[in-house]
């Protein structure tokens, strides 16, 4: 289901970067808990096309490692590597499916990623992965639709989405339809919103520890850009929650 879904996405997916909720919410607060990557390997998992793997390693990340399961997305990090050479690596792979790779790393990224587990059963192999993938005390930093997230609040096409229930529940929790409001085309996402517990229950299951949430900030940027008061409703009900923890 992702897989496709992305796959017909493909380059335009660096739109969603640009959109109010991304450009003054997730981007800078992801990076804010991430931290100083000076001198340290970064594994990039669901990356995409590449956006955090390319602005930790601008950022001074010794070696970055992008692995995303769609074809297009991965095609679409090459194309831009090849126009603008950082020296990050890309591969085709399924995070459930991830074979041991050829080092481990001091930080993982799971953006937007374990949330399309279909089942806690893949979520905790998804987790064994990465747990495996990383040094000791390596730093794994998740981002994703809050668990608890309100459907019945304030709409969020201001900040340039839209979140909609689909009505479906599955194992790890409800199904939810994400619309990135792009000029001038819209593009709808289906993924899940898994509860909590499931995400550390998960994460502890397979030997992380240190499980924390972090809340979404909106940077002065978008401060002084937008002013308080356009904030109010995504302060009052981010539907982006971030969490951390270590191998």
């Not at 064994?128 to 459907?151: C, M, T, W």
């Not at 790890?172 to 994400?178: A, I, N, Q």
Request: net charge negative; aromatic share 10%; hydrophobic share 40%.
């Amino acid at each position: 289901m992702s897989v496709q879904q992305y796959d017909e996405i493909g380059e335009a997916f660096e739109g969603f970067k640009s959109l109010p909720l991304m450009r003054y919410g997730e981007v800078p607060s992801f990076l804010g808990m991430v931290g100083d990557v000076s001198g340290r390997t970064v594994l990039d998992l669901a990356c995409g096309t590449g956006f955090y793997s390319r602005e930790l390693k601008r950022r001074g990340a010794a070696d970055v490692f992008g692995v995303d399961i769609s074809v297009e997305m991965i095609a679409a990090a090459r194309e831009m590597e090849q126009r603008d050479p950082l020296g990050v690596r890309y591969e085709v792979g399924d995070v459930a499916e991830l074979p041991p790779l050829d080092r481990r790393f001091d930080v993982a990224l799971g953006v937007q990623c374990l949330n399309y587990a279909e089942d806690i059963a893949t979520m905790e192999r998804m987790c064994r992965n990465i747990h495996r993938s990383l040094v000791p005390g390596g730093e794994f930093f998740v981002l994703a639709q809050k668990p608890d997230y309100r459907f019945d609040c304030a709409s969020l096409d201001e900040y340039g989405f839209l979140c909609e229930p689909t009505g479906e529940e599955i194992e790890t929790g409800p199904r939810v339809r994400v619309t990135a409001l792009l000029d001038p085309q819209p593009i709808s996402i289906v993924s899940s919103a898994p509860r909590r517990e499931v995400y550390e229950d998960c994460l502890r299951a397979t030997g992380f520890r240190a499980v924390e949430w972090v809340p979404l900030q909106v940077s002065e940027a978008g401060i002084r850009e937008f002013g308080e008061d356009f904030w109010a409703d995504l302060r009052a009900n981010p539907p982006l929650e971030m969490l951390r923890c270590r191998a």
